[in-house]
């Protein structure tokens, strides 16, 4: 699969959607997995198909909040268009709300890595970063939480988001609590500082994480977010 850099945004917003859902359902809430698939034309569907968005719009609502899906893949596909919106919508109240809850930091933090993920694979930018990875995996928690996810470079050449690993961690990534991890995906990291003061713990592949980091903070700043 090729991205183009015109697209890169969008698919980014797209995938980063598609993690926050994943990570709702993990939090024992009722919703769709909102899988994203690209479409031609400049459209992004999002579950079972009766939710489309152009990328413009798509940009807009990841900014926004909100936005209006094409209007006759919804009426055709009403059952399941609700479902997806009321998923969207459930994960724009979580991300919005006033109470840092874990839930809100577990879905927050999974989306900012989706969206890295996609710079990380079709960003020409990083394309030399990981021509020698062979079986990576990175590990992300949060102390006081049972909550983690991996990060795996997969056969395909490909970093892929998954609940569990098949494989041992390459690298490990644990954040003190809720508040440094949201801090995190708010943009406030300090990648100096942050591990020096024990509010971020680095594990294995240093320069692995280090890599990662670097991104992640290139797409906070280029890419729109609720958040």
């Not at 940009?59 to 919804?74: C, E, Q, R, V, W």
């Not at 030399?128 to 991996?150: A, L």
């Not at 041992?168 to 500082?193: C, I, M, P, R």
Request: glycine letters at 6%.
């Amino acid at each position: 699969m090729k991205i183009s850099s015109t697209r890169l945004i969008s698919y980014a917003i797209s995938i980063s959607i598609e993690e926050a859902s994943t990570e709702l359902i993990r939090c024992g809430k009722q919703g769709n997995i909102l899988s994203a698939k690209f479409l031609p034309k400049g459209l992004i569907s999002f579950g079972g198909g009766g939710l489309i968005f152009n990328d413009q719009n798509l940009i807009t609502m990841a900014s926004k909040g909100f936005t209006i899906p094409k209007i006759f893949p919804f009426l055709f596909n009403l059952k399941d268009a609700i479902a997806s919106l009321k998923t969207l919508l459930q994960i724009k109240k979580i991300l919005t709300g006033n109470e840092l809850s874990e839930e809100k930091v577990r879905i927050a933090l999974r989306s900012a890595i989706g969206a890295t993920s996609v710079f990380a694979n079709f960003d020409s930018n990083y394309s030399d970063f990981f021509t020698e990875m062979r079986d990576e995996v990175i590990e992300f928690k949060i102390e006081g939480t049972e909550f983690s996810f991996y990060l795996c470079f997969s056969d395909s050449k490909k970093w892929e988001l998954r609940n569990t690993s098949c494989k041992n961690s390459t690298a490990l990534l644990v954040f003190s609590d809720l508040f440094s991890a949201y801090e995190t995906v708010s943009g406030k990291f300090d990648h100096l500082a942050d591990p020096a003061l024990g509010r971020v713990k680095l594990h294995g592949n240093i320069p692995l994480l280090e890599k990662i980091g670097y991104i992640s903070r290139r797409v906070h700043k280029v890419v729109p977010s609720i958040i």
